[in-house]
């Protein structure tokens, strides 16, 4: 979809001669303020059942998550000591063992960030069925259910803008506007209980790396270890960040106002794809 609008350039402070955006007109915006003339469904639809069951896939997304960093600490407790144990091996071939259990530490770290994406997700379905059982089962169509899920992902996503005042062309007065602030999204959410169960995870993970790179590499041991941190540091911060990136996306329609932000979300709430055409 074509975006012919011209948003505004925020700063933190009064902006001036701003083009103000045109509505859009055609995607789900189409469908962001709720009508009560337009809404048609199934009528066999239960509410109540598809609460639970999102409930239920909402507890699952952390049980598979704590599976997940289970095996891994097993698989750590073991390999490590019997790599460190065995005399016969090389330091470089134990080097080797401490990487390949780096890969899937990533790769589980990769996994555990998609379930708290799909966490997320299933909160907000849950929130949007609570708002549904408002309605009208008769009275309810796609745009109806895609206004609900916007309204409370936005509502949720609030939280985490700012106020700035903008004052667009042709108009003497500032207009109050909300910019979603990844910073303000890192700030609430670096000390939850699921950013630390990632943390202690991808932490693990990148000691088992430096480690492994300080076996391998054959230089000094100041030189090793200071390879060993850089390298483990790195990946620290790359997994942490993929982790917030992911989870920013989930209100990336709040930063860019696209349909293919909002559908990143919607797709994947599928407890609310019981709509027809």
């Given at each position: 979809m074509e975006n012919k609008q011209q948003k505004p350039v925020y700063a933190p402070r009064k902006i001036v001669d701003v083009r103000k955006p045109e509505p859009k007109e055609d995607g789900y915006f189409q469908n962001r303020d709720l009508r009560p003339d337009q809404r048609k469904t199934h009528p066999d639809i239960d509410l109540d059942a598809l609460y639970e069951r999102c409930v239920e896939e909402l507890g699952l997304q952390q049980t598979k998550r704590d599976?997940?960093?289970?095996?891994?600490?097993?698989?750590?407790?073991?390999?490590v000591p019997l790599a460190l144990g065995i005399d016969q091996v090389s330091w470089a071939a134990k080097g080797w063992i401490f990487l390949a259990v780096t890969l899937v530490g990533a790769l589980f770290s990769l996994v555990i960030a998609r379930y708290r994406?799909?966490?997320?997700i299933y909160w907000l379905c849950c929130?949007?069925?609570?708002?549904l059982h408002s309605m009208h089962m008769d009275r309810m169509d796609k745009q109806a259910v895609q206004a609900v899920f916007y309204g409370v992902?936005?509502?949720k996503g609030t939280s985490y803008c700012i106020k700035e005042e903008v004052k667009y062309e042709g108009s003497d007065h500032y207009e109050e506007h909300l910019r979603f602030s990844?910073?303000?999204?890192?700030k609430k959410n670096i000390f939850s209980a699921e950013t630390m169960y990632f943390?202690?995870?991808?932490?693990?993970?990148a000691l088992l790396l430096g480690l492994g790179v300080a076996l391998i590499l054959p230089l000094s041991t100041v030189l090793s270890v200071i390879c060993a941190i850089i390298t483990g540091a790195l990946l620290l911060i790359g997994l942490l960040a993929f982790y917030?990136?992911?989870c920013i996306k989930v209100y990336g329609v709040l930063i860019d106002e696209k349909d293919s932000s909002f559908n990143f979300a919607f797709k994947s709430a599928w407890f609310l794809h019981f709509f027809v055409s």
């Open positions: 599976q997940i960093i289970t095996v891994f600490l097993g698989l750590v407790t073991f390999l994406v799909y966490k997320e929130q949007s069925i609570t708002v992902l936005k509502k990844r910073w303000l999204y890192l943390f202690i995870h991808s932490l693990i993970t917030f990136h992911e």
